[in-house]
Nanobody
Framework: EVQLQASGGGLVQAGGSLRLSCVAS????????IGWFRQAPGKEREGVSC????????SYRDSVKGRFTISSDNAKNTVYLQMNSLEPEDTAVYYC?????????????????????????WGQGTQVTVSS
């Protein structure tokens, strides 16, 4: 059974840091894109960042560039999202997702931050709350 387990959320003050983890089971990371998405109350879900497991290439939405860092440990089937300088606007439920890189899917990684329908598997969310 394929599962993605997201964890690491919590309550933090503005300017603080959190590290989210996404552990995959039931499949290997080979040639997958692992993405982080978030959904704030009353808003649509949006892409935050993604990483290509095969070459480590990464992409970020503009509002988190320089503050968030995505990384992967393929041996552990785990992807991390280090979030620094958190802002109240970062408050949301964060989800991780995995999509197999296929020739029919975008080759440009920045499109994977936008097109959530390219992902095959989704984990449950983890709540991140940033107080001002």
């Amino acid at each position: 059974e394929v599962q993605l387990q997201a964890s690491g959320g919590g309550l933090v003050q503005a300017g603080g840091s959190l590290r989210l983890s996404c552990v995959a089971s039931g499949f290997t990371f080979d040639d997958y894109v692992i993405g982080w998405f978030r959904q704030a109350p009353g808003k649509e879900r949006e892409g935050v960042s993604c990483i290509s497991s095969s070459d480590g290439d990464t992409s970020y939405r503009d509002s988190v560039k320089g503050r968030f860092t995505i990384s992967s440990d393929n041996a552990k089937n785990t992807v991390y999202l280090q979030m620094n300088s958190l802002e109240p606007e970062d408050t949301a439920v964060y989800y991780c997702a995995a999509g197999k890189r296929l020739t029919t899917r975008p080759s440009l990684l920045n499109l994977w931050v936008v097109f959530e329908y390219e992902y095959d598997y989704w984990g449950q969310g983890t709540q991140v709350t940033v107080s001002s």
